[in-house]
């Protein structure tokens, strides 16, 4: 299932250029596993202001944007040796979406 919170739901949209050896551009298992610690265990069904310490009270508004923002470290410096995360993408619905391609440096 994909991971959802307070009724979106986010999944990595890109991981970067499949291994020609696996066929994958990241081991299954483990970016399952980091997208349910990183993801789904701090964010699925919760109210984000009051589970997340860094959007409750005078912190930052829990917009896709910003959840997509708080997020991206924490998938990205997790993920398996050889993955390099390229995009993030929130799901509010079926068609509203924001795609966050990462920092820009």
């Known amino acids: 299932p994909k ?3 307070d009724g ?3 999944r990595p949209s890109d991981l970067g250029t499949i291994d020609t050896t696996t066929g994958f551009s990241v081991d299954l298992a483990r970016l399952d596993e980091v997208l349910h610690r990183e993801v789904l265990a701090p964010l699925d069904h919760q109210h984000i202001n009051h589970a997340i310490a860094d959007f409750g009270a005078g ?3 829990p917009t896709c944007e910003n959840i997509l923002l ?3 470290p924490r998938v990205a ?3 398996p040796q ?3 995360l390229i995009r993030l ?3 509010e619905d079926d068609n509203l979406y924001v795609d966050y391609p990462g920092p820009t440096e």
């Open 82 to 84: 050889g993955a390099t």
């Open 89 to 91: 993408r929130l799901r």
């Open 3 to 5: 991971p959802s919170c």
């Open 8 to 10: 979106r739901s986010a």
């Open 59 to 61: 912190g930052l508004v």
């Open 70 to 72: 708080w997020l991206w």
């Open 77 to 79: 410096r997790e993920l």
